[in-house]
């Protein structure tokens, strides 16, 4: 069975500084793995995902996460936050074959302080 | 236009109650998943509805209290039996196209039971 752990359930960080969530994951075979960005009353946004190729997988809003298999991680960076980046962030796995559903960590809720 | 449909969108919902979700697809996929967002927590997965069979739950979840139709290919629903506050909750529906590549949510049914 896949697996998701998020460190750290909240994290905070001054607006301009490194934003860094760290996910790691559980599988007996390498997974695909995702990112979703959830804003207070929202629905969830992708965004980034990695599948096969270059492990460094750049998304929208200037994010990125690298897929690093001797680590089993997948954490999610940015060079500079951004007030507008607050928010809750989910990491998710699911497996290879095209009908696996995904599986959620726990979410990191991220807070952006001026 | 939107790959999922979802309805209600919102709802508020008298305890003891049962409310029925649907989830309409674009086109046809095999699998659809149901997932549940509690106020404040992750996405959990609810069941896997497969056209055809009887869906798959996942542990903690019964059909009794969530039971599942899959008509055909693009339509499925959720029905959350019996209900209590504790079932109020943000439920989503999900399908995986592009062989698994691409990932789509419904934009969710907000339930707040009173």
């Known amino acids: 069975a896949q697996s998701v752990t998020q460190l750290g359930s909240h994290v905070s960080v001054s607006e301009g500084a490194l934003v860094l969530l760290r996910c790691n994951y559980s599988s007996s075979v390498p997974p695909y793995l995702f990112w979703y960005v959830q804003y207070p009353n929202q629905g969830l946004q992708l965004l980034l995902k990695y599948t096969t190729g270059a492990t460094l997988v750049k998304g929208i809003n200037g994010f990125e996460a690298e897929f690093k298999k001797s680590e089993t991680s997948f954490h999610l960076t940015k060079p500079s936050a951004h007030m507008s980046d607050a928010a809750e962030y989910f990491c998710?796995?699911?497996?290879?074959?095209?009908?696996?559903?995904?599986?959620f960590g726990k979410g990191t809720r991220l807070s952006v302080i001026a | 236009s939107a790959v999922i449909s979802q309805k209600p969108s919102r709802d508020i919902c008298q305890r003891g109650t049962s409310l029925t979700i649907q989830c309409q697809v674009d086109s046809q996929v095999t699998m659809m998943f149901w997932y549940r967002q509690q106020p404040g927590q992750s996405l959990t997965l609810i069941a896997t509805?497969?056209?055809?069979?009887?869906?798959?739950?996942e542990s903690g979840f019964v059909i009794d209290k969530f039971p599942i139709s899959r008509p055909n290919l693009t339509f499925s629903t959720l029905t959350v039996s019996n209900m209590s506050p504790e079932d109020s909750s943000i439920y989503l529906c999900?399908?995986?196209?592009?062989?698994?590549?691409?990932?789509?949510f419904g934009e969710g049914s907000w339930l707040t039971v009173v």
């Open positions: 998710a796995v699911r497996g290879t074959s095209g009908n696996t559903p995904l599986v």
């Open positions: 999900s399908v995986n196209r592009d062989s698994g590549n691409t990932i789509y």
């Open positions: 509805a497969n056209q055809g069979s009887e869906a798959t739950y």
